[in-house]
């Protein structure tokens, strides 16, 4: 199995930073792409960035020129927020697409999430 542990979020005033990391731990085979989704109250989960193995990435269009994702290995995904509006006040989750050792398929592991708060 896959385990998934984010640390970083936490209260900021609009205008403000915080970086959300993302660890990856347990019998992987290989992660073929990490990222960060956020759930608000009464809405569904969406998606914010993603990035591959190769370094690709993927903004939803209300982050972009705002957030920024990378990875440092191959485990551990990080999430920079800049210029942090109240609209971003959500649970933030990481996401791994990995194969276990003994596995052909890769299929998708979430973190327990991580409550972002931007006051206005």
């Known amino acids: 199995q896959v385990q998934l542990v984010e640390s970083g979020g936490g209260l900021v005033q609009a205008g403000g930073s915080l970086r959300l990391s993302c660890a990856a731990s347990?019998?992987?085979?290989?992660?073929?792409?990490m990222g960060w989704y956020r759930q608000a109250p009464g809405k569904e989960r969406e998606l914010v960035a993603t990035i591959t193995s190769s370094g690709s990435t993927n903004y939803a269009d209300s982050v972009k020129g705002r957030f920024t994702i990378s990875r440092d290995n191959a485990k551990t995904v990080y999430l920079q927020m800049n210029n942090l509006k109240p609209e971003d006040t959500a649970v933030y989750y990481c996401?791994?697409?990995?194969?276990?050792?003994?596995?052909?398929?890769?299929?998708?592991?979430w973190g327990q999430g991580t409550q972002v708060t931007v006051s206005s």
């Open positions: 347990g019998s992987i085979s290989r992660i073929n792409a």
């Open positions: 996401n791994a697409q990995a194969l276990t050792i003994g596995t052909y398929w890769p299929r998708g592991y």
